[in-house]
């Protein structure tokens, strides 16, 4: 018993939404979770983890159950609780205007820690996460990343009996990703210390003694990451596409039979998918044809999803899937030779800070083109650029055959863009969104009655809910329909993935698949670097520069080139190796100067 | 032991509040420059005091006691008279707004003067009753100066001043009313600005900017929360009263009959009042923009409007005087009306400081429970 951290028993959480009505958030759920361990929540977006995070720290009062956190009865002394915990929720409440060391020193002001240990563990903060140089920056102004790792360190100034960590990583690049993890690693390794962490990424869960799968507010299952990973076992397979086909058409296909298939995803060129588990074999071999497959070891991932696909209650109608037949009486692009997008020696200044140094790519059409860098790299920058949201300092942007500098208008009418934050208007219908859109681009009339009806057939949408109630990859879906209703040639894209959960950004990029079908371009950005297999090519931008441009192979071989000892397997690794050979290049060139 | 690390954790939130509100330029621009603007504004610029009104006097009888008689008006500092010869013409100018009022000496007057009943006309604009009745008190000082003047120089005709009867008539506001204490109803105005536009704000912005949820997850107590927002603002209200008292005593020359330190003691129970009510406003809406809306509405406003500061309250019909009798504003509003014009009149004291400290405790009470650290 005494090394129990936390117990719950028939724990409920409903919350009234004046609109939905009751939301049932925590259902019916128990669990123990053993102490000096790390301990990962994992599950789509709404399964409940902040719910449950928030329950823990004795932030909500559930309609029923019981709930002992570190031996005390949460729910009747919160206090108590909160006195001895640490807990950093998933927008962590920095004081903006304070400077770094100002936000540390309140948080250390408020859990008591004593003056003489405060000196040790604050140096001890702000080299872990390479702070010592900002102490007096106000955390406004840090990037995305460094304002969580600072989170990190207010959440740790001293050391608690019980760490809760939620989301830590959610919007943070690879590199700050890793930065964290290396933190709250050697805590638990020097001071044992129990941490409960939720993430959506299975990578992360897998450095955890244990992993929870919630779902809909109930524990799927729970267990070692080893163990949870032998579910999948004999069913996951690699599948390698005929040569000239791109691996996300095959993904695409096997994705479209949600009987056989559990799960598909490109990388490296081929397509990773898991075997239903019951699949007929006669269909499996018709399915794939001549298509050389070969048998791979599971991952955490791999159970994840069929535990995910288990829960769904009616196999996935990918929207997109019939994209091609609806839309057949679209006179399809022609597909040539010359660039849609010209980007020459672009340059961005605000005031002394360059955003963007000299930048210089082409993007072809009906190509899909993905704009990846850690936060503050200047992707948001050049992408309001080419989107004629932002003009630029100097250089070249010919856009659509427009220059951006001269026709900005006509460029405008021939690109559609979705924002990352949901960017249309919430208590409005779906349909009437679509008209008001619709009506911005000058359409009206029956054209745009019927360009209504299509995007709402090809996108699966309900013409009559109200937009702001929609689940976050439904509101992604109606902004997609939104910026394609004047069927634009190029399609810009800014995060669409952030924060839907894996299911929804499988059907997503089935969409993005079958649109670049139909020869729109597509340039997208994203933090997810395993959706960067889907693109055609990638661009990978460090501080306002373009550091590598080619297609996901090509990346990975120059950066397995150029890393020296480290594997590079994954795009993530792959990521992670370019943008820090760059930094180092510039390190010793600092250092030679 | 505890009572030392709820003291250190006070001390650091005050800190953390006051580099806030410190960094903020506009909270200095609000907390400071706007109060200094209003005293100037409501001292000066608002000022009833009349200067260079325009008299329009028609002259139907033009003998030299007349002459004499009206002479005063030219020479008083407040009027300026226009000399004009018709009923008429003086009607239009005072319709068209070019006069202020209109001094009727009838052809009749210098006879009935040496009857002893000379009677003038006087004819105020009252679209503005506050003029018009100044008017009033500077016409009949100037002419009645100017008759005595006459009796000294031992013109028997004029030996009493009082032969002449002053007939006025007020037009467009027969009534004509306005009661007045502007200056000490100008601390309660901006003690209470201080609570609407500033302190609304702070707990809605903490729960806007996420940054509650991390400070409830600590050892800090909702109390504490409390104090240390309202601290830093007790001092620029201090600084704010400060201005106001010297404003009062060396601008505007407003008497102070009432002891300063109860004045000054008064105020500042008043001040943590109105600050108690914008935090609780802050607290129970946790949205920046509707707490400063509802501030403005549910304590600037009616202190402006309904705590005796513009309207004499007791010419309010009963509804109105229910609601200003609930406002704080009210209360204070009528003490240090008394404390500057009356004197320690201990009664009064004595009610509305126990008033005003219920409804500081109840606020404070109300401002921890919307704290209660708990998300839903």
């Keep these: 018993m005494r090394d129990l951290t936390v117990r719950a028993e028939g724990l409920r959480q409903v919350f009234d939404d004046p609109d939905i009505g009751e939301v049932v958030a925590i259902d019916e759920l128990s669990l123990e979770i053993q102490a000096g361990e790390l301990t990962a929540l994992v599950g789509p977006d709404g399964a409940g983890k902040t719910t449950l995070m928030r329950l823990l720290a004795g932030l909500l009062k559930p309609a029923a159950g019981s709930l002992t956190v570190l031996g005390t009865d949460v729910l009747k002394h919160p206090q108590a609780v909160q006195d001895r915990i640490s807990y950093m929720p998933q927008r962590f409440g920095l004081y903006e205007d304070l400077s770094v060391q100002e936000n540390l020193d309140l948080y250390a002001d408020l859990h008591g820690v004593p003056p003489d240990q405060r000196k040790e563990r604050f140096g001890r903060m702000l080299e872990m996460t390479d702070m010592a140089r900002f102490t007096d920056r106000p955390a406004g102004k840090l990037s995305g990343g460094m304002k969580q790792k600072l989170g990190l360190a207010c959440t740790l100034v001293r050391s608690p009996d019980l760490l809760l960590l939620d989301e830590p990583s959610v919007g943070v690049d690879p590199l700050s990703r890793r930065d964290l993890w290396a933190i709250v690693q050697q805590l638990v390794d020097d001071e044992r210390l129990s941490v409960i962490i939720s993430t959506s990424y299975m990578d992360e869960a897998e450095r955890c003694a244990r992993v929870f799968v919630m779902d809909k507010g109930r524990i799927l299952a729970d267990g070692t990451p080893a163990a949870l990973t032998a579910k999948a076992a004999g069913l996951t397979f690699t599948a390698t596409p005929p040569a000239g086909t791109p691996a996300r058409e095959l993904q695409a296909r096997l994705i479209d039979h949600p009987s056989l298939v559990v799960d598909a995803v490109p990388e490296a060129g081929r397509v990773r998918f898991i075997r239903q588990p019951d699949a007929d074999q006669a269909k499996c071999e018709a399915l794939l044809g001549d298509i050389r497959t070969a048998p791979r070891a599971e991952e955490l991932e791999d159970a994840f999803m069929m535990l995910l696909r288990q829960q769904q209650d009616e196999p996935p109608q990918s929207p997109a899937s019939q994209a091609a037949e609806s839309d057949a009486d679209v006179p399809m692009p022609p597909r040539d030779e010359k660039p849609v997008i010209v980007v020459r020696d672009l340059v961005r200044k605000f005031g002394d800070f360059t955003a963007v140094a000299s930048t210089s790519f082409d993007v072809g059409r009906g190509e899909i083109f993905g704009l990846l860098g850690p936060n503050g790299a200047g992707k948001t920058t050049t992408f309001r650029m080419l989107c004629g949201l932002l003009p630029a300092t100097s250089g070249q942007l010919e856009v659509a055959g427009r ?100 299911l929804a950004r499988r059907a997503f990029w089935r969409t993005i698949t079958a649109l670049s079908k139909e020869g729109v371009t597509i340039v997208i950005t994203t933090h997810f670097m395993e959706e960067a297999e889907y693109c055609d090519r990638i661009a990978i931008q460090d501080a306002g520069e373009m550091l590598i441009i080619g297609t996901p192979a090509e990346v990975r071989e120059k950066a397995a080139a150029g890393a020296d000892g480290e594997t590079v397997r994954t795009m993530n690794d792959a990521f992670i190796a370019v943008v820090e050979q760059n930094r180092a290049r510039h390190d010793r060139q600092r250092a030679a100067a | ?374 998300l839903d």
């Design chain 2, 1 to 374: 032991m505890i009572a030392v690390a709820s003291f250190s954790r006070l001390v650091a939130l005050t800190r953390k509040e006051t580099r806030q509100m410190l960094r903020d330029r506009s909270n200095l621009v609000v907390g400071l420059v706007l109060p200094a603007v209003l005293i100037l504004l409501f001292g000066y610029g608002l000022s009833f005091d009349v200067t260079d009104a325009r008299v329009a006097v028609v002259l139907e009888d033009s003998s030299p006691v007349t002459l004499n008689a009206v002479a005063g008006l030219a020479g008083s500092d407040y009027l300026s008279p226009i000399w004009m010869h018709s009923m008429p013409e003086a009607e239009a100018m005072i319709r068209a707004g070019e006069a202020d009022a209109i001094l009727r000496v009838p052809s009749e007057f210098t006879r009935d003067l040496s009857h002893g009943s000379g009677t003038l006309q006087l004819i105020l604009n009252g679209v503005d009753s506050n003029t018009a009745q100044s008017i009033e008190g500077y016409a009949t000082g100037a002419i009645t100066n100017a008759l005595e003047h006459l009796a000294d120089r031992g013109d028997a005709r004029f030996g009493d001043a009082g032969g002449i009867t002053l007939v006025q008539r007020t037009w467009f506001n027969e009534a004509g009313t306005s009661t007045w204490f502007l200056v000490p109803g100008l601390i309660v105005l901006v003690m209470t600005l201080i609570g609407a536009f500033l302190t609304s704000l702070l707990i809605a912005r903490e729960w806007e900017r996420g940054t509650l949820e991390s400070l409830f997850v600590t050892p800090v107590r909702p109390l504490e929360l409390v104090l240390s927002k309202l601290a830093p603002y007790l001092v620029i209200g201090a600084i704010d009263l400060v201005m106001c008292l010297l404003a009062a005593k060396f601008l505007f020359h407003v008497p102070m009959r009432g002891s300063l330190w109860i004045i000054v003691l008064s105020s500042m129970l008043y001040l943590l009042v109105s600050l108690a009510m914008g935090l609780w406003i802050s607290g129970v809406t946790r949205n920046q923009f509707a707490a400063s809306q509802m501030a403005l509405l549910a304590s600037f406003m009616p202190a402006m409007m309904l705590s005796g500061f513009v309207f004499d309250l007791r010419n309010v019909p009963l509804v109105v005087q229910v609601i200003s009798q609930a406002l704080p504003a009210t209360h204070f509003m009528s003490l240090v009306k008394t404390l500057f014009m009356v004197g320690n009149y201990w009664p009064e004291i004595a009610k509305s400081v126990v008033i005003l400290s219920l409804y500081g405790v109840l606020l404070i009470w109300a401002t921890r429970r919307t704290l209660a650290k708990r």
């Design chain 1, 403 to 502: 220059n951006l500098r001269t026709a900005r208008a006509q460029a405008r009418a021939k690109i559609g863009y979705v924002a990352q934050k949901f960017a249309l208007y919430g208590n409005l219908s779906v349909r009437q969104n679509l008209e008001f859109f619709g009506g911005a681009y000058g359409m009206r009339g029956r054209e745009l009655a019927g360009r209504i009806k299509n995007a709402i057939a090809q996108f699966d949408l309900d013409p009559s809910a109200q937009s702001g109630l929609l689940p976050a990859g439904y509101k992604q879906r109606l902004a997609m329909a939104t910026g394609l209703l004047h069927r634009p040639e190029i399609l810009f894209l800014d995060e669409p993935t952030s924060g839907i959960d894996p």
